[in-house]
């Protein structure tokens, strides 16, 4: 988090300008009105372009109101999208992807707990001669809804907690020319605001789906519109330009006086793409979050027409240009630097941290239903196609860690040069952690953190294992094997207060070494192994997914009166979460509305399939390699298939 405004406004002097131009002209030109000299160093310098996206007059992303009434939500629920023909097979043929199932019954729930208003379902006259029959039957539809409604509002009294976390959360939400357009990431009037008053694209997800599960839908097509015009942001660190798709971690509205009279002011988005934030981390996964959101968005309302404008189909193929294009790498996940997710601090999760991996199988996926099928996107989804068939081998063989691949692990031979190499990273059975020989459970099983040459981080990152399980980027017997390890190790993992970031810690001289001495992140604190209750929402996803919302439940239960009276904490520090976080925030929004998600889910679990995918057995047919029918070397993927097929 940051104390500094983000640099379209401040425009601050960048050290790269300072030293080059101490050097090359007197003044440096992001200040200056620029002289000939500066325009050949500094063709466009980028400081002067304080641009901000400005409150459009007239309503140019035709952001029409979406409030809509229960019954209308399940109308467009259920109706084809207007292009039918014109999207991609996936999302016409999965039935993963199809209408929210039992989404009628889902929404009645939903709405006759007195969290917006009932639109009775209605019968329409077929003929006058069966007047008669029609009323009556309507009265008879009426009075069993009547007696549905009864009987659920009787089951399922709102807790004070779930009264209070809607009050909260609404407190949060932000506005931006009169419409709600996100939630600022706290509101604890006791602590500096820093940036926690800005709208974070991660830290949103689970408030838009708290809003959209209780059908309040504008917020969130609101939030995708105003997102993906910041995408487009001339966005620099240092006079450099970081690329076309990338998404902020998070964005601002700004009161600035109008030009003309100082006492008007206009409203502006100020977006951060972390040009202002500490250490300068990328949001790599602001991208991914806004392509699972957008999908999640479609299912729910129905409203497919968003997702097939093109401006947005812009803003799903910039972000995945991005993530696919060529560079050094030599596996198909993907390659970035440490603190480019949730955990955007120095953590040892460079490389190619299962985070990211979990939630770019999950875009790829998302997208693939998304992208409008034509000649210019077959290409698009031809590349996507073949990444997902990659990636999903590649953290399945690899990431896969239980009892019988440390065994494996263990006795592996090293310095192995062949192309049937079985240890291929070259990995020293040196480094299996002493912890992990106690600790990891004869039943069960997870993905380590992170795969790099000669490299494996053996801890357990929760959100990465989650998103695999909610994804389907694990086998159905991994994501089995990650709820049974989360169910063997409760106290490790859930504790006093659900659920540990990342287990171990990093203690001692690794602290030292890997997390470079931060205070913060000192062991069994915030990133380092503290407990984050916003992770709620997304073990729940899983655990219903799994068929095993018991667990969730459980953890929910730990949580509720917990959360309230210590007045919605960011995170919790101590091995078992037995303490608030020694800087945490109180009134974070993501706890308070990861909380009611959780709760919302339970209650109406078939909707989690708006964040959820089946197994699709055509990706792991897929194969994509010219060694299939080379003579002198074998597909290693085809050889190992057996084993991942489990
Ligand atoms: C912290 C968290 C980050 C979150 C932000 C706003 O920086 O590490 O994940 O998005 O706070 O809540």
């Given at each position: 988090m940051n104390a500094t405004g983000s640099m379209g406004i401040a425009g601050t002097v960048r050290p790269c300008c300072r030293l080059l131009v101490a050097q090359l002209f007197p003044e440096c030109p992001c200040h200056q009105r620029r002289v000939a000299a500066a325009a050949f160093f500094f063709p466009r310098c980028p400081h002067d372009r304080r641009r901000v996206s400005k409150c459009p007059r007239a309503p140019a992303l035709s952001l029409a109101p979406q409030r809509r009434s229960a019954a209308s939500l399940v109308r467009a629920a259920l109706a084809p999208a207007r292009d039918e023909a014109a999207v991609s097979d996936t999302r016409r043929l999965s039935t993963a992807a199809g209408p929210v199932p039992g989404v009628d019954r889902a929404f009645e729930r939903i709405f006759v707990q007195g969290l917006a208003a009932v639109e009775p379902l209605v019968i329409e006259r077929v003929a006058e001669k069966e007047r008669m029959l029609v009323v009556e039957e309507k009265r008879n539809v009426e009075e069993v809804e009547e007696e549905q409604r009864a009987e659920v509002a009787k089951a399922r009294e709102v807790s004070e907690s779930e009264k209070e976390a809607w009050r909260l959360l609404k407190n949060a939400v932000v506005e931006y020319c009169g419409s709600p357009v996100g939630t600022v990431a706290a509101t604890d009037p006791a602590a500096e605001a820093l940036n926690y008053d800005q709208v974070f694209i991660r830290d949103f997800v689970p408030s838009a789906l708290a809003f959209l599960l209780k059908g309040e839908t504008e917020i969130v097509r609101n939030f995708l519109l105003y997102t993906l015009q910041l995408q487009s942001w001339e966005k620099t660190v240092d006079c450099y330009s970081p690329g076309q798709g990338l998404m902020p971690a998070s964005f601002k509205v700004r009161s600035v006086p109008?030009?003309?009279?100082?006492?008007?002011?206009?409203?502006?988005?100020?977006?951060?793409?972390?040009?202002?934030?500490?250490?300068r981390v990328a949001p790599v996964d602001s991208g991914l979050w806004w392509i699972i959101l957008l999908r999640a968005y479609g299912k729910i309302t129905g409203d497919y027409t968003l997702q097939e404008r093109v401006d947005v189909q812009t803003g799903i193929k910039l972000i995945l240009n991005l993530c696919l294009s060529d560079g050094f790498d030599m596996f198909p996940t993907l390659l970035v630097t440490d603190g480019s997710c949730m955990i955007d601090r120095r953590m040892g999760i460079h490389g190619h941290p299962l985070e990211i991996q979990a939630l770019f199988y999950c875009a790829l996926r998302c997208s693939r239903e998304m992208i409008v099928v034509n000649d210019g996107s077959k290409s698009l989804l031809?590349?996507?196609n073949n990444r997902l068939s990659a990636l999903s081998f590649h953290i399945r063989e690899y990431y896969w860690v239980d009892m019988k691949k440390i065994n494996e692990i263990y006795r592996y031979k090293t310095e192995e040069y062949s192309q049937d190499a079985i240890n291929k990273f070259n990995i020293y059975p040196e480094q299996i952690?002493?912890?992990?020989?106690?600790?990891?459970?004869?039943?069960?099983?997870?993905?380590?953190?992170n795969l790099q040459p000669a490299h494996m981080d053996f801890r357990f990152f929760s959100l990465g294992n989650l998103w695999a399980i909610v994804s389907s980027l694990a086998t159905p017997r991994q994501a089995e094997g990650i709820l049974d390890l989360i169910e063997e190790k409760w106290d490790d993992l859930v504790g006093n207060m659900p659920l540990k970031i990342c287990y171990p810690a990093l203690e001692y001289e690794e602290w030292r070494i890997i997390t470079g001495s931060d205070p913060k992140n000192t062991p069994w604190s915030y990133h380092n192994g503290g407990s984050w209750p916003?992770?709620?929402?997304?073990?729940?996803?899983?655990?219903?997914k799994m068929g095993r919302p018991e667990l969730a439940r459980k953890a929910i239960t730990i949580a509720e009166n917990q959360l309230s009276n210590d007045k919605w904490p960011e995170y919790y520090d101590t091995p078992t979460g037995r303490f608030i976080g020694k800087q945490s925030r109180l009134y974070q929004t993501w706890t308070i509305a990861g909380f009611l998600a959780s709760k919302l889910l339970l209650e109406n679990p078939e909707m989690a399939s708006i964040l959820t995918f089946e197994e699709d057995l055509e990706l792991l047919e897929g194969c994509a390699c010219s060694l299939i029918k080379s003579p002198r070397t074998q597909c290693?993927?085809?050889?190992?298939?057996?084993?991942?097929l489990h």
């Open positions: 109008l030009d003309v009279s100082k006492d008007e002011v206009e409203e502006m988005l100020d977006p951060d793409f972390g040009e202002s934030a500490i250490g031809r590349a996507i952690p002493g912890w992990l020989v106690d600790w990891v459970p004869e039943k069960g099983g997870y993905f380590i953190g916003t992770l709620l929402w997304q073990f729940t996803s899983a655990c219903i290693s993927r085809r050889a190992a298939k057996s084993h991942v």
